[in-house]
């Protein structure tokens, strides 16, 4: 669980870095351009497809609740799991989307979010976490 979260971390990271210092992008009609027969989908359809959580963006929180450590040792070391469970907090822009693939979409999970938090406040404040995410 928390190598997923890693590689999303690691993705994001890679896609900030911009296409700038990637190589240049290619003319209109050179092979990889961009496609100028077909349009854009409507914000509205990219906006229904979006994880729900996805709209508070990067999301700084200031006050986190304490995480669910069990009575078993987690997976990781513990400042590992600290900085996901912060993460998974301040982005749900990114979790949102990446599967899981633990089988925990047959409990209900949509993303991989959903195995770091169990609820949000309406500014977006995370205020109960998910312990699936610990293991």
């Known amino acids: 669980m928390l190598v997923i979260a890693v590689a999303a971390v690691a993705l994001f990271a890679y896609a900030q ?13 050179q092979a990889g351009a961009p496609s100028q027969s077909t349009p854009p989908p ?13 709209r ?8 986190l609740p304490p ?6 040792p987690p997976a990781r ?10 993460f998974a907090a301040e982005h749900p822009e990114v979790l949102g989307y990446v599967p899981c693939y ?5 409990s209900g999970h949509r993303g991989n ?5 169990t ?13 699936h995410g610990m293991t």
Not at 67 to 72: E, F
């Open 77 to 86: 070391p513990p400042e590992i799991v600290r900085s996901v469970y912060k």
């Open 119 to 131: 609820a949000r406040d309406n500014n977006g404040d995370v205020t109960e976490w998910e312990p």
């Open 102 to 106: 633990c089988g925990c979409e047959r």
């Open 17 to 29: 870095s911009g296409p700038g210092q990637q190589g240049a992008t290619p003319a209109p009609g």
């Open 67 to 72: 995480l669910p450590w069990g009575p078993a």
């Open 113 to 117: 979010e959903d195995c770091f938090v």
């Open 56 to 63: 508070f963006g990067p999301h700084r929180q200031a006050m």
């Open 42 to 54: 409507p914000a509205t359809a990219v906006a229904e497809a979006a994880p729900q959580n996805a």
